[in-house]
T-cell receptor, first 114, second 114 residues
Framework: AQTVTQSQPEMSVQEAETVTLSCTYD???????LFWYKQPPSRQMILVIR??????QNATENRFSVNFQKAAKSFSLKISDSQLGDTAMYFC???????????FGAGTRLTVKP | KAGVTQTPRYLIKTRGQQVTLSCSPI?????VSWYQQTPGQGLQFLFE???????NKGNFPGRFSGRQFSNSRSEMNVSTLELGDSALYLC?????????????FGPGTRLTVL
């Protein structure tokens, strides 16, 4: 079974600074996808970034980037130039290439302070 | 383009009752997935529907069921409600099956069982 672990229940960062959220996962699969989702206080989940396991290059979306270490089964999210609107729960998720059930970590509550 | 809509947004039921939640996917999206979110268990996959057929099911008892209509709208039903069913139920839609199709989440239905 696939498990996703987020070891940081809460984090905070000053506005304009950089923060890294950690995620590790366990799987015997070789083809899979990893995701970071953001759930702001209004509760609507939004996809932040996605990484395909077979791609070596780390995904980047504007201020968001990942550090994907396949051998270590690690998938951390770096948020640069943090903004107040980045305050949210962040969930790391895993999905096998051949299935559609997404497995989520417990989440990290990120607070960006002015 | 309208996003994923879920109705009702809030629901209060008593133990033993049954409940039906509705999800309207983004126009053109054919895959609908349901998730349960609780403080204790986090986000858990319930089931996924595509072309009116359940394609995948999470580890939930048979009291949890769902269906999808020809217009891709989906409903989930929980019978004989228990206190532990209190949760935020999230629906997500995607164009097609597979992790390469981004899932767009609705705002959720907050179910409280008394």
């Amino acid at each position: 079974a696939q498990t996703v672990t987020q070891s940081q229940p809460e984090m905070s960062v000053q506005e304009a600074e950089t923060v890294t959220l950690s995620c590790t996962y366990d799987t015997s699969e070789s083809n899979y996808y990893l995701f970071w989702y953001k759930q702001p206080p209004s509760r609507q989940m939004i996809l932040v970034i996605r990484q395909e396991a077979y791609k070596q290059q780390n995904a980047t979306e504007n201020r968001f980037s990942v550090n994907f270490q396949k051998a270590a089964k690690s998938f951390s999210l770096k948020i640069s130039d943090s903004q107040l609107g980045d305050t949210a729960m962040y969930f790391c998720a895993f999905m096998k290439r051949t299935e559609d059930d997404m497995r989520f970590g417990a989440g990290t509550r990120l607070t960006v302070k002015p | 383009k309208a996003g994923v809509t879920q109705t009702p947004r809030y629901l209060i039921k008593t133990r033993g009752q049954q409940v039906t939640l509705s999800c309207s996917p983004i126009s053109g999206h054919r895959s609908v997935s349901w998730y349960q979110q609780t403080p204790g268990q986090g986000l858990q996959f319930l089931f996924e529907y595509f072309s009116e057929t359940q394609r995948n099911k999470g580890n939930f008892p048979g009291r949890f069921s769902g269906r999808q209509f020809s217009n891709s709208r989906s409903e989930m039903n929980v019978s004989t409600l228990e206190l532990g069913d209190s949760a935020l139920y999230l629906c997500a839609s995607s164009l097609a099956r597979g992790p390469y199709n981004e899932q767009f989440f609705g705002p959720g239905t907050r179910l409280t069982v008394l």
